[in-house]
């Protein structure tokens, strides 16, 4: 039997499972291994990114600083390693650091102060847009032996296509994460302080750091993505990765994760990143659709999966309120 | 002096709040194996009592001993820690978290650094079968009613603290089998040894599971007394500060309601709403002023939401003129012309940005619909004629509500109501927090109202007020109506005996 907090997480799959199915109906070549390979690298930066905007939504917060994080990162990681000639990991701890001891800032913020998340991951995004700037404007190129080799490793799938470094990170991201969330007691507070934060405190969660916590995880992953990023493009580039987090958040949305916090799966959010992957993918396949049909797509996704939302809220008040009145 | 029984014991206890006493020097001991409640109207210090007791404040003067050391806990987790553990009324658990989640929530038994989920399982099963609950502990605790909540915030209270469990108004949405069932394990808890503290407002749940009973008022301590020796009218009056003058114990307090001559044309009978007001009869006539009596959380103000439409109704009639109507919202109440004057008038009545003449003009416009907006003028000339007549002041219908006292913006509310010409308006204590100048101008304009034929419910904790004004008392108890008292039998000392009464402890 499923459980109504997973019902959003089952729709989600459902959605994917008959889209998929209806795409290689019109498409057959669609389903292959090279497909699913370079779905998953292609989107690989955006699903390490979402992965942190999964626990951030789950605690009932928001982090509008992901997209602005990656392009400093990657910026920051082109001009040390291309230009600098300092050695590519070396420039991945720095920036890791930076972009995690940027989220917990975030975090202690919105903590301490008692600043909306909203405004407080605003005011980061211009921030870290702006350093990212002042960095450089140029798209700056950069190629080491190294980065080379990451590029070129990856598994070959059976029936063709490639595994590569950057998928399998990503899918590394995804089963720590559905860890941290499901099976530890950060997890568990993260939830809890989704559910009611006043609550969460008077059963004695350390919401404090617990938000920093959660914070400086997004932050750290929007650093790796930003690394998973440089690698993707070879290049640094202050104006890309615009609107990533929105893309991040309509993930994590229609993975069935509850935007006001305390519902959702990890899972659901690989799902959400699928979904999108699918339709970039059958856009290229037919070759005519204009690519903002994946917005489009995304949009109508989006309304259904709130609708949804309420919808089972709705549901299980009324069923509750059934069987009280039956036990009467 | 210290009691060897004594499992927590507060002396002198006193705290202030920008320099307004909440508590002052007051004593509480909580015996090893007793359930004391603590009892008082609003503002009496409950809350604050218990906020000192389980860490959430700290105390300015007074000492504390639990086990017979001093403790001073600096937070809800300090107190949990030492042995005190909290159960409140409304922010309780998590509902989207599972039974198991909510119980071990930050304690979970760990495997190798990760939760150990069927360890949980195990032990939350082995938890709840001692207050014998027999559920699926993976399930959210949403898909639960309150009660088995209730049953699940206790057991974890006393699984993580032990000694002294203070439960905050546990049964204010539980019915009476679900009460049942709460007492027979607080009963059992208590023959555990454990001291616990319960606050409520139900005097029958009072004298049916507690041993001692300490009142509070205005901040300062009644007394303590043993329930057993002290008789129910005797506790009513240690609440309400008011000393009975002649008891006369052959008074029956109930009152057949006498058949009017002159039919009544709004009538509720069978009135009522499951976990609000338990069904009740209520005609009124033109003209007439009906007085809801009660203590705090009898079922008064849950009365008015009723009657205005803001709580539906499950059972029972509603007629206006022989014609049956719905009151399914303020607005439907709205359109029958009834009004309504809340009691939280900052936070339910005024809106505090806008002008008088908008706050007054409120209601006609809701009456007549948002298409069809009043003109300015129109809107001026409103409410030109209530201050006139009302004697608002300042008299300027420019000026923002706020900036009013209490007592004008009183008057603005009932101007905003007398504007659409009800027939019927509800005042839940029209009287609060407003000087005594005001006071007795809010009651002459009602006695000037109803002679003009308008029929007033009027909510009030102020017995010599309602008795004062009110044709009829309608006398509420345990969210019932449970008496009416009319003509000469209204006075004080009737309401409080009616309050009392025992007829009416076998509730539901």
């Given at each position: ?17 008959i ?5 290689v109906?019109q498409f ?10 370079n ?11 979402a ?5 951030v939504i789950?605690?009932?917060g ?13 910026v920051?990681v082109?001009v040390?390693?291309g230009?600098?000639?300092v050695?590519?990991l070396?420039?991945f ?6 972009s995690?001891l940027f989220?917990s ?5 919105i903590?301490?102060?008692?600043i909306?998340?909203f405004?407080?991951?605003l ?9 990212a ?7 700056v190129?950069?190629?080491h ?6 590029q ?5 799938f059976?029936?063709?296509g490639?595994?590569?470094m ?18 530890t007691?950060?997890?568990a ?13 008077l059963m ?5 750091s ?9 932050g750290?992953?929007s ?8 690698l ?6 202050s104006?890309?990765?615009?609107g990533?987090?929105l893309?991040?958040i309509a993930?994590?949305?229609?993975g069935?994760t509850?935007l006001t ?5 990890v899972a ?7 979904i ?8 290229v396949?037919d ?8 917005k489009i797509v ?8 709130i609708?949804l939302?309420r919808g089972?809220?709705w ?5 509750l309120?059934?069987?009280r009145?039956?036990?009467? | 002096?210290?009691?060897?029984n004594s499992?927590?014991?507060?002396r002198?206890i ?16 909580l015996e090893?194996?007793e359930?004391h409640?603590?009892l008082?109207?609003?503002?009496a210090g ?33 107190a ?9 009324q409304?922010?309780?658990l998590l ?9 071990f929530?930050g ?5 190798f650094?990760l ?5 949980m399982?195990r032990r ?5 079968e001692?207050?014998?609950l ?20 206790i057991?974890?209270?006393?699984d ?16 009476a089998h ?11 808890l ?14 029958n ?9 300490t ?11 043993k ?19 002649h008891?006369t114990?052959?008074?029956q ?17 069978g ?7 338990a ?7 033109p003209?007439e ?5 009660g203590?705090?959380?009898s ?7 009723l009657?205005?439409g803001i ?12 014609q049956?109507?719905a009151?399914?919202s ?22 505090g940005?806008?002008?008088v ?7 006609v416009?809701a ?5 069809k907006?009043?003109?300015s ?22 000026r ?7 007592g ?8 905003r ?24 101008e809010i ?7 109803c ?11 102020e017995?010599?007020?309602?008795t004062a004004?009110?044709?009829r ?5 345990d969210r019932?109506?449970?008496?009416e ?10 309401i409080?005996q009616?309050?009392a009464a025992p007829g009416?402890t076998e509730?539901?």
């Open positions: 039997m499923i459980h109504t907090r997973n019902l959003p997480f089952v729709t989600t799959l459902g959605i994917f499972v889209a998929y199915a209806l795409c109906l057959p070549n669609m389903l292959s291994m090279r497909v699913i390979g779905l998953l690298t292609d989107n690989a930066f955006l699903g390490i990114a992965v942190g905007m999964t626990f789950l605690s009932g928001i982090d509008l600083s992901i997209g602005s994080v990656i392009a400093f990162t990657s920051f082109a040390l390693v230009s600098l000639g050695h590519p070396i420039a701890a720095a920036v890791l650091v930076i995690t989220g800032l975030m975090g202690a913020m903590r301490y102060l008692g909306p998340p405004v407080v991951t005011a980061g995004m211009f921030l870290a847009r702006g350093a700037y002042l960095i450089s404007t140029e798209s190129p950069i190629s032996e190294m980065i080379d080799t990451i070129g490793f990856y598994f070959r059976p029936g063709g490639r595994l590569t950057l998928a399998m990170l990503m899918l590394l991201v995804f089963v720590v994460g559905a860890f941290v969330a499901a099976r007691r950060f997890g507070n993260v939830y809890a302080i989704g559910g009611s934060e006043q609550s969460a405190e004695g969660v350390p919401v404090g617990t938000t920093v916590g959660i914070y400086a995880l997004s750290f992953l650093g790796l993505a930003g690394i998973a990023y440089t993707y493009t070879s290049s640094g580039y104006l890309a990765t615009v990533v987090e893309d991040a993930a994590v949305v229609i069935g509850l916090g305390g519902v959702g799966l659901g959010t690989f799902i959400g990143i699928l999108q992957g699918l339709i970039q993918t059958y856009i396949f070759g005519t659709l204009s690519s903002w049909w994946t995304i949009g109508i996704l989006l309304f259904v999966f609708v939302q089972i809220i549901y299980s008040n009324r069923r309120a059934e069987s009145l039956k036990e009467i | 002096m210290s009691d060897t499992l927590l014991e507060a002198g006193g705290k202030a709040f920008l320099g307004i006493t909440a508590l002052d020097a007051v004593d509480f001991t090893r194996g359930i409640a603590l008082g109207e609003n503002g409950k809350s604050t009592l218990i906020k000192i007791l389980t860490g959430v404040y700290s105390r300015d003067h007074g000492t504390m001993r639990l086990d017979g050391a001093e403790v001073t806990p600096a937070s809800v987790a300090e949990q820690g030492l042995g005190i553990g909290t159960v409140y409304e922010v309780n509902e989207n978290l599972t039974v198991a989640e909510n119980l929530l304690r979970q038994p760990r495997r650094g939760i150990d989920r069927g360890e399982r939350s099963k082995a938890l709840l001692r207050y014998g027999d559920i699926d502990v993976d399930a959210l605790l949403s898909s639960y009613s309150v009660a088995v909540r209730q049953l699940v915030a057991a974890r209270a006393v993580l603290s032990g000694k002294v469990l203070v439960l905050d108004e546990p049964t204010a949405s539980l019915d679900e009460v049942e069932m709460l007492f027979v394990v607080l009963r059992r208590r023959e555990e040894g454990l001291g616990i503290i319960i606050i409520t407002h139900f005097l749940q009072v004298y049916a599971v507690a041993d001692r009973v009142v509070l008022r205005n901040g300062r301590l009644v007394g303590t007394r329930l057993a020796e002290l008789p129910r009218l005797e506790l009513i009056s240690m609440m309400l500060g008011r000393e009975l003058q008891i114990r052959e008074h307090a109930q009152e057949e309601t006498i058949a009017s001559t002159a039919e009544a044309p709004i009538r509720f009978s009135y009522g709403k499951r976990g609000s007001v069904p009740f009869d209520l005609d009124i006539r003209g002023v009906v007085g809801v009596a203590l705090l959380g079922g008064r103000t849950e009365t008015a939401f009657l205005f709580d539906r109704a499950d059972s029972g009639t509603a007629t206006v003129d022989n049956q109507v009151l399914s303020p607005e439907a109440a709205i359109a029958n012309g009834f009004g309504f004057c809340p009691e939280e008038r900052k936070t339910d009545g005024i809106i940005d806008f002008s003449a908008d706050n007054i003009a409120l209601a416009q009456r007549q619909g948002w298409a907006p009043i003109s003028r129109e809107k001026a000339a409103l409410a030109e004629s209530f201050i006139k007549s009302l004697d608002i002041r300042p008299a300027d219908a420019n923002q509500m706020k900036f009013l006292s209490g004008n913006q009183q008057k603005a509310i009932l101007a109501w007398l504007a659409t010409g009800p027939r019927l308006l509800i005042l839940d204590e029209p009287t609060r927090g407003i000087d005594i100048g005001a006071h007795a009651l002459k304009m009602i006695e000037k109202l002679a003009d034929g308008m029929s007033l419910v009027v909510i009030s904790s017995l010599e007020e309602l004004i009110a044709h008392v309608i006398v509420l108890s019932k109506h449970i008496a008292l009319k003509g000469d039998r209204v006075t004080a000392d009737n409080m009616a309050i009416h509730a539901a």
